[in-house]
């Protein structure tokens, strides 16, 4: 083609596209409508976003705190108590010395152990285990060694016995708790800080001597039995699952054992004081789980042994919560993140002006406005004064007369 053709082509291209138009840059224009129905509308809407910002996140929710979970390390250690209950009225516990009663998982012979014979393994970093039930045997190998791969262990005649741990619900544990933070930079003991027990509906528990829980100066104690009522158990002999159908018997959670889970939260944003750190424990039963453990202890080695498969509450103890400490970044990230509502706002209430209200036509006027093509000013096919508003307003410059407010602002 020739040079002349293909330069009218792209003027004609240009012209069809029109990308001034298709390219436009739109910008903001404040026009007042003095419309009280807007206003009003406008107004609540920022006293809204106003109190959420100021009252509901930043002091309700502390949005200015950098926060962080707390780890924590436990000592924890059960201690039999000093005036067991009678045997007499332990409903579980078998009362004369005859043989137990024939595949009974709810009265058995009770031995009253004492702590360090109760709790297994000795010690643990989050969990105790109070043993309830005990089944011990005496096994020995039979006349073989461990090279040989059919070896084991065989029962002794008449060495099974089957027994509960007499008075288990009064043992008290006792539970010296401590946490830290790493990027927060708090540290805290336990007999430092106030607590309280909840029970499972979440009210704060009234306890009674020996229980001691979040009393400053003082580790807290915890009796056994009042562990399981926070978490909803009021007996160790309520049922738990089918043992055997065809006896039509079932196993109590004194027989079987349970998992039960003590969870200490953690938070210092209770009050205004962020020194004033509190916790609160919770503990729930988990529902349908049995624990047992077997323990091995060698009567000669390595050729006899005394095995106990031992049951009870396995406490498995989790420490959560947050806590925090004064950050100007977190404060102002909450404080733009708000502020972009206060926008929403706004495009609602003009929706609202040049959409659907009956004067919307009148109010998009006002509202919207449309400059003359630059490139036609450019290439001087159009003036600046050939827009009539421009052209007005110039002309009022000029004559140093100010439009009215009239002239402006639609008053209705």
Same mark, same amino acid.
């Given at each position: 083609?020739?040079?002349?053709?293909? %330069?009218?082509?792209?003027?004609?291209?240009?012209?069809?596209?029109?990308?001034? /138009?298709?390219?436009?840059?739109?910008?903001?224009?404040?026009? /007042?409508?003095?419309?009280?129905?807007?206003?009003?509308?406008?107004?609540?809407?920022?006293?809204?976003?106003?109190?959420?910002?100021?009252?509901?996140?930043?002091?309700?929710?502390? $949005?200015?705190?950098?926060?962080?979970?707390?780890?924590?390390?436990?000592?924890?250690?059960?201690? /039999?108590?000093?005036?067991?209950?009678?045997?007499?009225?332990?409903?579980?516990?078998?009362?004369? %010395?005859?043989?137990?009663?024939?595949?009974?998982? $709810?009265?058995?012979?009770? #031995?009253?152990?004492?702590?360090?014979?109760? =709790?297994?393994?000795?010690?643990?970093?989050? $969990?105790?285990?109070?043993?309830?039930?005990?089944?011990?045997?005496? /096994?020995?190998?039979?006349?073989?060694?461990?090279?040989?791969?059919?070896?084991?262990?065989?029962?002794?005649?008449?060495?099974?016995? =089957?027994?509960?741990?007499?008075?288990?619900?009064? &043992?008290?544990?006792?539970?010296?708790?401590?946490?830290?933070?790493?990027?927060?930079?708090?540290?805290?003991?336990?007999?430092? *800080?106030? !607590?309280?027990?909840?029970?499972?509906? !979440?009210?704060? *528990?009234?306890? %009674?001597?020996?229980?001691?829980?979040?009393?400053?100066?003082?580790?807290?104690?915890?009796?056994?039995?009042?562990?399981?009522?926070?978490? !909803?158990?009021?007996?160790?002999?309520?049922?738990?699952?089918? &043992?055997?159908?065809?006896?039509?018997?079932?196993?109590?959670?004194? #027989?079987?054992?349970?998992?039960?889970?003590?969870?200490?939260?953690?938070?210092?944003?209770?009050?205004?004081?962020?020194?004033?750190?509190?916790?609160?424990?919770? =503990?729930?039963?988990?529902?349908?789980?049995? &624990?047992?453990? @077997?323990?091995?202890?060698?009567?000669?080695?390595?050729?006899?042994?005394?095995?106990?498969?031992?049951? !009870?509450?396995?406490?498995?103890?989790?420490?959560?919560?947050?806590?925090?400490?004064?950050?100007?970044?977190?404060?102002?990230?909450?404080?733009?993140?708000?502020?972009?509502?206060?926008?929403?706002?706004?495009? @609602?209430?003009?929706?609202?002006?040049?959409?659907?209200?009956?004067?919307?036509?009148?109010?998009?006027?006002?509202?919207?406005?449309?400059?003359?093509?630059?490139?036609?000013?450019?290439?001087?096919?159009?003036?600046?004064?050939?827009?009539?508003?421009?052209?007005?307003? &110039?002309?009022?410059?000029?004559?140093?007369?100010?439009?009215?407010?009239?002239?402006?602002?639609?008053?209705?």
């Amino acid at each position: 083609l020739c040079p002349g053709v293909m %330069s009218n082509f792209w003027v004609a291209v240009k012209e069809q596209l029109q990308l001034d /138009k298709l390219l436009c840059y739109s910008t903001v224009k404040i026009v /007042k409508i003095k419309d009280k129905r807007l206003g009003v509308l406008h107004y609540f809407f920022l006293i809204c976003i106003a109190l959420y910002i100021l009252g509901y996140t930043i002091l309700w929710n502390k $949005a200015y705190l950098n926060l962080e979970s707390p780890q924590g390390s436990l000592r924890l250690s059960l201690q /039999k108590p000093p005036n067991p209950v009678k045997i007499s009225n332990l409903t579980y516990c078998q009362q004369t %010395s005859t043989l137990p009663l024939l595949n009974s998982t $709810a009265i058995l012979p009770c #031995y009253f152990w004492d702590q360090n014979l109760v =709790v297994f393994p000795p010690t643990e970093a989050t $969990a105790l285990l109070a043993t309830t039930r005990v089944t011990q045997a005496n /096994k020995t190998l039979n006349q073989c060694d461990w090279l040989q791969p059919e070896c084991n262990f065989t029962t002794d005649n008449n060495s099974t016995s =089957v027994f509960f741990i007499g008075d288990i619900e009064h &043992f008290t544990m006792m539970i010296d708790h401590a946490i830290i933070t790493f990027n927060v930079g708090i540290q805290r003991n336990g007999v430092d *800080m106030k !607590g309280k027990l909840l029970s499972l509906n !979440g009210h704060e *528990m009234k306890l %009674s001597p020996p229980n001691v829980v979040g009393q400053p100066g003082k580790i807290d104690i915890l009796e056994v039995q009042t562990l399981l009522e926070a978490a !909803g158990i009021s007996s160790l002999d309520d049922p738990l699952v089918v &043992f055997d159908a065809d006896l039509n018997t079932t196993q109590t959670m004194r #027989y079987s054992g349970i998992i039960v889970l003590v969870v200490f939260t953690y938070s210092n944003v209770v009050t205004f004081d962020l020194n004033d750190i509190q916790y609160k424990i919770q =503990v729930r039963f988990i529902n349908n789980t049995q &624990f047992g453990t @077997i323990q091995i202890i060698y009567r000669k080695f390595p050729n006899a042994i005394n095995e106990r498969e031992r049951h !009870g509450v396995r406490f498995i103890f989790l420490q959560t919560g947050s806590l925090g400490k004064f950050d100007f970044q977190v404060l102002l990230l909450s404080l733009v993140s708000g502020i972009g509502l206060f926008a929403l706002a706004t495009i @609602i209430v003009d929706v609202l002006a040049i959409v659907i209200l009956p004067e919307s036509s009148y109010y998009s006027k006002y509202k919207i406005d449309e400059s003359l093509v630059y490139r036609e000013i450019r290439d001087g096919k159009v003036k600046p004064e050939d827009d009539l508003t421009i052209a007005h307003k &110039f002309k009022r410059l000029e004559q140093n007369e100010l439009p009215s407010e009239d002239e402006n602002i639609i008053n209705i």
